[in-house]
């Protein structure tokens, strides 16, 4: 994906994530808004940001963002859980960016052979600290990442 198509499916991210709020704000009843205000202030209050689609993630296994925060933001499935893993990928050596390696279950760095297991624990120096993992969800077809 390209740098415009990913900004304009953050575009429909970010016209996705404030629907809710829009909704709430045309509705008169007072029962139909407790679910919605939930939803809009979850998003809302968590600083969850939106880094793809899921059958983005389904079709390429991973996915990457250099520009959503400060940090970069690795995004994948357990290859057995299918449980949704979110990380910072710079290794904690120097920097480099992991990759993630389906068939040993590791993320594993190219520039001096540092592996971390998928949740991030260093298992192999040079480095030794492990890497930063982020809250991630899905909500219907959007992955959503909480820098912190
Ligand atoms: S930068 Fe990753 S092992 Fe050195």
Redesign the pocket.
Known sequence: MDRRTFLSWVGVGALASSLPIVIIACSNSEDNSTGLEQNATEVKTNNFQMIGLASELDTKGVLVNEDIADKPVMVFRHPETEKLIALNPE?T????NVELNIKTNLLV?P????HFALDGTAVKK??TKPLEVYKVKQEEHLIFVKVV
Do not use: F, R, Y
């Open positions: 290794c050596h120097q920097k480099c760095c520039c001096h052979d540092s040079p480095a």
